[in-house]
């Protein structure tokens, strides 16, 4: 599995691998690419000011993949993106301090053609006015289950893990399950059975089940990245759609510190 984390658009790039069968130290390496213009230096010292990467790509990997999204600073671009991913599309806003993005009315659904790409782009512009560097334009997942997987490194424990029921109902529902990193496949199994959302991974009420088994291998992943790069904070991918076949990761957040020494695995060597 491999995440492509970065910062800011065109200013720069971090990227971290991720071998699915190794927990190596040191798998994460940046690149920073300068485009010269103020504006962007300004972004780039801020973001990493407060060590925040505000987007993650993820290719696929036991078929868990990043939505489709094409960034636009331009309305004329982010009608071009649109076709591109195909109709219906979301509009995000993007700006360094759009980090919840509902709350700042910095999100525009189900956006069927050009003029309501263009339309939604303005009122992005009118409401968020400097806050605004640009949109996301992403492709619109409507079924599946919303869960969400998380993750901090905590001063003593180490990196932990968080899986639980997503959506915008994270913190009102508080339906969330911890583990210590990385995960074996038995704990992974035993994270998802403390969610009480599992009943919908499974079908409920008549709805099909899904896919639990890529939630389950996305956890595994999630869970040896965390171990592998001591640099990441936080880490919070929500909503995860998880889909009759297959699961997609909509949004994701990383706040990424200082490297520093890393906590020793707490698997045994023998």
């Known amino acids: 599995m491999s ?3 970065f910062p800011t658009p065109g200013a720069a790039q971090r990227q971290t691998v991720l071998d699915g069968g190794s927990r190596a130290r040191g798998a994460c390496s940046a690149n920073h690419l300068d485009d010269g213009q103020e504006r962007e230096q300004q972004r780039e010292h801020d973001e990493q000011h407060h060590h925040v990467v505000k987007q993650i790509r993820v290719e696929p990997a036991h078929d868990a993949i990043a939505v489709d999204q094409r960034e636009s600073r331009l309305a004329a671009e982010a009608e071009e993106a649109a076709s591109a991913i195909g109709f219906p599309v979301v509009m995000k806003g993007l700006g360094a301090t759009l980090l ?5 009315g910095a999100v525009r659904l189900g956006l069927k053609d050009g003029d309501a790409v263009r339309m939604a782009f303005t ?10 560097d640009g949109v996301l334009v992403q492709q619109m997942v409507t079924d599946g289950v919303e869960m969400v997987v998380g993750g901090l490194n905590d001063r003593l424990l180490g990196p932990v893990i968080m899986a639980g029921t997503g959506g915008v109902f994270v913190e009102l529902l508080g339906d969330t399950a911890f583990r210590m990193c990385p995960l074996t496949e038995p704990e992974a199994r035993a994270l998802i059975e403390d969610v ?17 088994d890529t939630f389950r291998a996305l956890l595994l ?9 001591p640099e990441i904070e936080e880490m919070d991918l929500n909503p995860v759609i998880v889909r ?4 997609i990761v909509v949004d994701a957040r990383i706040k990424v510190g200082a490297p520093g020494e890393s906590h020793r695995s707490r698997r045994i060597s023998y």
């Open 3 to 5: 995440l492509h984390a």
């Open 196 to 212: 009480r959302g599992r009943v919908l991974l499974r079908g409920y009420r008549g709805a099909p089940p899904v896919d639990e």
């Open 244 to 247: 009759r076949k297959g699961a």
């Open 221 to 229: 992943a999630a869970s040896q990245l965390l171990d592998a790069c």
């Open 123 to 132: 009122e992005l512009q009118t409401i968020l006015k400097e806050r605004l």
């Open 100 to 104: 919840h993005k509902t709350e700042a």
